[in-house]
């Protein structure tokens, strides 16, 4: 399944994900304030866990800094995310 950003359930998820965030990059140490560079990272891919594709504790707001800090390395920051989630 291709991801449509347009999907509503998407947009519902990234919302609710935004939203328990408090519209802050939750990534260690950052100290990003920009609302419009936030994305929704899924922390288990999209591609291996399309069960949690739309589940909100499967995501996690990031600056894009910091999403484009981890690409390639993801699989290393599950434990660490789902933590920071959890509380």
Not at 39 to 57: C, D, G, K, M, Y
């Amino acid at each position: 399944m291709r991801r449509e950003y347009s999907d509503p359930a998407y947009r519902k998820f990234r919302i609710d994900v935004l939203k328990r965030d408090r519209f802050k990059c939750k990534m260690p140490g950052c100290k990003s304030n920009k609302k419009k560079d936030l994305q929704v990272h899924h922390i288990r891919t999209w591609a291996n866990a399309s069960a949690l594709r739309f589940e909100p504790s499967n995501g996690i707001t990031l600056c894009r800094d910091c999403h484009n800090s981890i690409r390639g390395k993801e699989h290393h920051y599950v434990q660490l995310f789902v933590e920071i989630i959890n509380g």
